[in-house]
């Protein structure tokens, strides 16, 4: 006999007999009829109307039929909270049943109806249920206090639920304290203010580890990720936390095991101090981690995406165990493509023959997106590992012979980029990528051939004939095809000025004329100009060096990465994501870090933090777009003159020039003026003036003055004032000995100074004197004469005014270098009051030469990343992160010489301000 | 926390039954599962993760079913995935298995269960075996109202108290899987060892169990570093072991649930020589013909013997009339699977056996390119073990201090052996 049978009556007036049956006598009956309900409330018939009948019901002895109208209750109550009332007495009662089955059943079913009326019944059996003596009812109502917090909190903390729960904690039942610690992180965790309601003291961790050996599977989870958000008072209890954690490790239960990693890792971050421990450490992190990889498919798919986190965060945990992510044939998809890019982040010279040995395999499968991933990561093996950049570049050229469409245009994408990183190195591959020229069909490959023709437009005989057969279809062509065209024409042309001059007419025409892409017409109008009034800059411009490319891709950000290590084994660590973008509300919790190092700062970091290189910033490097980015500084434009005929077609360009446009165009020079930002005063922020020396004390001279930088040099800024009766001669000045040695560049220069009068005077000061530390660091003590007397006064230096005009660093550099400073040399720091938009900060802070090295858009926020050096060649890098519309920011500074930071953020500061 | 709701989906993404646990997400939200799920698909984007405004789905996937959680939290999602896993098993080991008729005909059971594994979220008791001391399918037919098994909140929660039998016996298998990956080339890429120990446990009272093994570990600390023994390399045991303790002195000792269950696995990364070593070669004219010749080489001692080996060789989709010819075990076309299979009853070790087979080919060639699935080989070795690993005593003390008789059975098997081919 099965229950199947519930599912069958169908007939009319369904409602109306289940009704006379369950008001019937006889026990079975009701029974049955309960259960014909709830198969139709479980096919989603409304069987509401049932409520009061069913809720008759509920005083039984039969468990079955309690449960079942339980069941019934937690689905209609909210839509009937008059009639759930009529329910209370009977969950009263059965919270005081000798059972303590039904004791538990009562409290767990009451927290789920979520009637504001019955929950005030709620409080009194739930404080007698957490106090019970059966340890089943206390777990039970352990988790109730979560529910009832999750209806109303201030209901939780105004009877005193918190500080039961947290008595639990010391329960002599381990499942009793493990559902406590869920319900104690839960309610942590939604804290409206953010701010931990309870906090774990380190008897209460020990009760914790100590209940660890004892608890289900399912209670060890709940225990070490409550764990995981503690901060161990000192290394020693991080290392003995360590030491009890580690044997979870080997439990069947892969949650457990994630969890146990978590935690572990985290503690490692505390003792990066132990290099010997946290190696020990290491070493057992990596079998389980790899076991991981036999569990059901969907428990790999998390493990391997928190595996990608493992290793950006500490790439030496499993650098050996590379063939453990080689792909299965029968591997559902979305494990393929975890496990490629693991194997992509792991390939090292080591390796790389069998990497790429796989790969060549892969890219011979059906499934198209596994293929062009495969494809995809050959080229980005040979970017990373320099000595084997020649064999990817044989077996990509391998996979071309194959002709398989998606193949070859994939591996046109990646060879791009591998001329990027090795220029001159594989031209002589581009006859055989031109053979292949028909058949490319997607833009992103039709864009790459056409850099690569352009590029290498000396070397490719016909390459004028090539370009000329894509103009054909011009107007048909994806906009990105179209801009690349425009350029490489362009860039044909500056290279091979003979027979080409139609030809770039041509485009020129086709692009400023016949397209209504702004982009694309204003590039046009750029280049027209420019090859017109000075083809030598355009040369300069066009053809200039580009910046290399970078090796790692997509690495996260090193912030977003420490975040998202906290959240091993969540769904923000699947994401990759922090939890605040997907999780609405208070529910977000408090964001997660880890926690400050407490070792030396001599420490050599292993696990270096690593700024972001993620696609949108390899995006712009690679972009093969020639605008910003690409120009390096551009020389000022001169007016035109004899380098016109360098090119005896320019005339040509320059008369039809303004024809074309209909005389619409502003005079070209102002144009071009306006594009390279060559504007005709462009200065640096400079602090207003105060009062240096008042007269008082200068015997009649007073000095106000301020410190300012204009075209690379430094000027004191003084206005002197004679106060006094008489004249004042012989000027002279001096400086003491300062931090950076700063010093006159000549001597002062002013004649006289007659009563009354009063004169702007600037010093140009030189970085080349004696050096010595000053405290504070920006003090700079300075003696003045006069034919009255000798004057000492300090004044303080704005540092902005030491930021040198070559502070800009390659991004590569940025990357490197940000990662080689150790984090102990980090600082942070919140701006407020922030005026204007991203882009005119960071116009502001270029012009006191503070330079934006590459801007990317996190979740909304803008992250500028920036490089300045100072006079004395310290590097100072930061990060700036803006959240559009928003008046505050934060901007974190990490520099081998970490003295400077508050100067440096007082400096971003005023300039921000102004 | 983890899960807010949990469904349970036909095929075709109508609710079977589902239960609310926290009443965050409307329970409609489901409504966009099967939506979304073939967008995914049809976009390759396909993850056992999905997300929408309103919330994330995570689910499995078994016998036809999907196994729906729902949550707008961030989620321990390895916690979901496992538990997920979990209630499959529980489910099955119920209703011996779990489908939309048996889902069906156990919908109160169901119910029931539903509020026992989990509760607001978090997984609480879930060994079918205790579950069914106190949840019980013919519930309607006791009289007594039933009561909660100490085991449920015993720090024991695996075992119940006072179980009695006649004959008291344990039973131990040692079953060791060889997964392989070989490339076309006939280079070995990966071979692992994945072994298990499987228990049938049929003991009185509450039996203290230890486990003594050749571990390479404990036989070096205990200065019996000359004798053979086996370096396992990463350990998982069944939650009955005190971790710690195996820890400590690599002990493994714990006291058993009743009846079957696995308690431990281990994986070795040693490189051993192939047991079933196949070559195969295949020549493909097009348009016309295929043929394979399959050498198949036993690489073990030649005292044992694989037993039910089955090669599975691929062939193409479109192939016809099959011809076969070997000296040994039978060959079957199964064109629903693109494939044949030589079986091979008994097969020695250091033997080598071929197989030729030949197919017709179509004159036209069909459009979509097929994939190159690689040769599968199955088969079954007892009395042996590749690792070497031996069980040199298990202990049973009660306290009543009956005996028992442990016995021990060793079995080497295939796991995910897989030979790729041109």
Redesign the interface.
């Known amino acids: 006999m099965t229950d199947s049978k519930y599912f069958t009556t169908t007939k009319k007036g369904e409602i109306f007999e289940l009704k006379s049956e369950l008001n019937n006598d006889k026990k079975e009956k009701k029974k049955e009829a309960v259960k014909k309900v709830i198969a139709s409330m479980t096919v989603g018939k409304d069987v509401s109307a049932l409520f009061p009948d069913v809720v008759n019901c509920m005083q039984t002895d039969n468990l079955e039929l309690k449960k079942l109208v339980y069941l019934y209750l937690m689905n209609y109550a909210k839509s009937q909270p008059d009639m759930a009332i009529m329910a209370v007495n009977t969950f009263v009662k059965d919270c005081e049943d000798p059972n303590p089955l039904i004791r538990a059943l009562a409290v767990r079913t009451m927290g789920c109806i979520r009637v504001d009326k019955i929950t005030e019944y709620l409080c009194e059996p739930l404080r007698k249920c957490l106090k019970d003596e059966d340890p089943y009812v206390r777990k039970t109502a352990a988790v109730c206090v979560a529910k009832l917090y999750d209806i109303s909190s201030g209901l939780v903390e105004d009877q005193g639920f918190l500080e039961q729960l947290k008595e639990l904690l010391s329960d002599s039942n381990p499942m009793v304290v493990a559902n406590a610690v869920a319900a104690l992180s839960e309610i942590n965790e939604s804290s409206p203010t953010g701010q931990l309601l309870v906090e774990l003291s380190t008897s209460t961790i020990n009760k914790l580890l100590t209940a660890l050996n004892e608890c289900t599977e399912w209670g060890q989870v709940f225990i070490l990720d409550s764990l995981s958000n503690y901060t161990p008072r000192d290394d020693r209890e991080a290392q003995s936390i360590c030491e009890r954690i580690t044997p979870r490790l080997a439990h069947a239960n892969a949650a457990v095991v994630l969890s146990a990693v978590k935690v572990l890792i985290k503690m490692m971050e505390i003792l990066q101090g132990d290099v010997e421990f946290c190696n020990t450490l290491s070493k057992k992190l990596a079998p389980p981690l790899v076991t991981l990889l036999s569990s059901e498919p969907e428990v790999q798919y998390v493990a391997l995406r928190n595996i990608n986190l493992i290793v950006q965060k500490k790439p030496d945990i499993l650098k050996h165990e590379m063939k453990v992510f080689f792909v299965k044939y029968n591997d559902p998809i979305y494990v393929k493509l975890e496990k490629l890019d693991i194997m992509i982040r792991l390939a090292s010279q080591a390796n790389i023959a069998q990497v790429l040995s796989e790969l060549k395999e892969y890219a011979t499968e059906v499934d198209v997106d596994f293929v062009r991933k495969a494809v995809r990561a050959i080229g980005r093996c040979a970017i990373k590992v320099e000595p084997s950049a020649e064999r990817c570049v044989t077996t990509l050229l391998e996979l071309i012979q194959t002709k398989v469409n998606y193949v070859v245009q994939e591996a046109i994408v990646v060879i791009k980029d591998i001329f990027r990183k090795y220029p001159n190195k594989y031209e002589s591959i581009i006859s055989t990528l031109c053979e292949n020229l028909d058949t490319l069909d997607e833009p992103e490959a039709r864009a790459s051939m056409v850099w690569i023709i352009g590029e290498y437009a000396e070397r490719i005989d016909n390459a004028d004939e090539l370009l000329d057969s894509f103009l054909e279809g011009f107007a048909d062509e994806n906009a990105q095809v179209q801009l690349q065209l425009l350029t490489a024409v362009v860039k044909l042309f500056l290279k091979r000025p003979q027979h080409t001059q139609s030809l770039v007419q041509h485009v020129l025409s086709l692009a400023t004329q016949d397209s209504d892409n702004p982009d694309l017409r204003d590039r046009g109008f750029i280049y027209w100009r420019l090859l017109s009034t000075d083809p030598a800059a355009a040369k300069e411009v066009v053809l200039a060096e580009k910046p290399l490319i970078s090796e790692e891709t997509d690495l996260l950000e090193p912030t977003l990465l420490d975040e998202l290590i906290c959240h091993i084994s969540s769904l923000a660590s699947v994401y990759h994501k922090p939890p605040t973008a997907f999780v609405e509300g208070r529910s977000a919790g408090v964001r997660k870090t880890l926690p400050a190092r407490q070792g030396s700062d001599e420490v050599s970091s292993s696990v270096a933090t690593v700024i972001p290189n993620q696609e949108s910033l390899i995006g712009d490097l690679l972009s093969m777009d020639l605008g910003g980015p690409t120009i390096p500084t551009p020389a000022p434009v001169t007016a035109p003159t004899s380098n016109v005929d360098l090119l005896g077609g320019v005339d040509v360009l320059l008369g039809s020039g303004p024809d074309l446009t209909g005389g619409a165009a502003p005079s070209t020079t102002g144009l071009l003026g306006d594009i390279f930002g060559i504007t005709t005063t462009p200065t640096m922020y400079t602090p207003p003036k105060s009062l240096w020396l008042p007269a008082d004390k200068g015997k009649g001279l007073e000095i106000q003055g301020t410190f300012s930088r204009r075209s690379g040099q430094i000027y004191m800024e003084m206005t002197l004032t004679n106060k006094a009766m008489q004249a004042m001669t012989g000027f002279a000045i001096q400086f003491n000995k300062n931090s950076f040695g700063l010093a006159p560049a000549t001597p002062m220069n002013i004649t006289a100074l007659q009563p009354g009068q009063s004169l702007e005077y600037s010093l140009p000061i030189n970085p080349s004197g004696p050096v010595q530390r000053m405290e504070p660091l920006m003090t700079l003590q300075v003696a003045i004469k006069n034919n009255v007397d000798v004057f000492y006064y300090a004044c303080q230096i704005p540092i902005q005014v030491l930021f040198i005009e070559d502070g800009s660093l390659d991004k590569r550099v940025f990357l490197t270098t940000w990662r080689d400073i150790p984090s102990a040399n980090e600082m942070q720091y919140n701006l407020n009051d922030i005026k204007g938009t991203t882009d005119s900060v960071s116009n502001k802070m270029t012009l006191s030469n503070i330079f934006t090295i590459a801007k990317r858009n996190v979740e909304g926020q803008d992250m500028l990343y920036q490089s300045l050096k100072l006079t004395n060649n310290i590097w100072v890098l930061l990060e700036l992160k803006l959240t559009p519309g928003v008046s505050y920011a934060t901007l974190s500074l990490k520099s081998r010489s970490v003295e400077v930071a508050p100067f440096i953020f007082q400096a971003y500061e005023s300039i921000c301000k102004n | ?1 983890s899960s807010s709701a949990i469904y349970i989906l036909d095929i075709k993404g109508k ?3 589902s239960r ?5 997400i409307d329970m409609s939200v489901i409504e966009k599962f099967m939506p979304l799920l073939m967008e995914k698909e049809e976009e ?1 984007l ?4 999905l ?1 929408t405004n309103e919330c ?1 789905f ?1 689910y ?1 996937k078994t016998n036809n079913l999907y196994i729906v959680s729902t ?9 979901v ?5 979990k209630i499959v098993q529980v489910m099955t080991e119920y209703f011996k298995e779990l489908e939309e ?1 048996s889902i ?5 059971v169901i ?2 269960l539903l ?1 026992e594994l989990i ?2 979220g ?5 060994d079918s075996k205790i579950l069914q001391e ?1 949840i019980t399918q013919e ?2 037919k006791l009289e007594i ?4 098994p100490v085991a ?2 015993n ?1 024991v ?1 695996w075992r119940s108290e006072g179980i009695k039998y006649r004959k008291n016996e344990v039973f131990l298998d040692v079953i060791e899987s060889v997964n392989l ?1 070989a ?1 076309a080339n006939g280079n070995v ?2 071979s692992e060892i ?1 072994g298990a120990i499987k228990m049938r446990v049929y003991l009185s009272g509450m039996p203290e169990l230890r486990l003594g093994l050749n571990d390479k570990v404990l036989f070096e600390s205990t200065g019996r570093g000359k004798s053979k023994s086996v370096e396992l ?7 009955c072991v ?3 303790r ?2 400590i002195d690599r002990t493994i000792s714990f006291i058993p649930p009743d009846g079957e269950f ?1 308690l ?2 281990y ?1 070795l990364n040693t490189h051993v020589k192939p047991l079933i070593w196949i070559e195969s070669v295949i020549e493909r004219h097009a348009h016309s013909r295929v043929e394979y010749m399959i050498k198949a080489k036993s690489q073990f001692k030649r005292r044992s013997t694989a037993n039910n080996v089955e090669i599975v060789i691929p062939v193409p989709h479109d192939a016809d009339s099959p011809k076969f010819k070997t000296s040994v075990g039978s060959v079957k076309y199964a064109p629903e699977q693109n494939a044949i299979t030589w079986t091979i009853k008994s097969f020695p070790g250091g033997k080598e056996y071929l197989m030729r087979a030949h197919f017709g080919l179509p004159s036209v060639e069909c459009e979509d ?6 040769i599968q080989v199955k088969f079954e070795i007892p009395y042996f073990t590749t690792s070497g690993i031996q069980v040199r005593y298990l202990k049973i003390i009660e306290k009543s201090g009956y005996q028992a008789l442990p016995w021990v059975r060793y079995i080497t098997q295939n796991g ?1 052996y ?1 030979l ?1 081919t041109n």
């Open positions: 926390m609710v079977l039954i609310n646990y926290r009443g965050d390759g396909l993850t056992p993760i997300q994330t995570a499995i949550t707008k939290k961030n989620a321990n999602i390895a916690l995935f496992v538990f997920l896993h008729e069906r005909d156990n919908f109160v119910y029931e509020d509760d607001f978090y997984p609480q008791t879930t106190y519930g309607h109202q039933p009561r909660i449920v909140t720090a929660s990956l490339n890429l990966r994945v390399e990463d350990v998982k045991f069944h939650q005190r971790l710690s195996f820890e696995e431990m696995s994986r390119t097929e994939g190159k699935p690689p995910d897989q790729r």
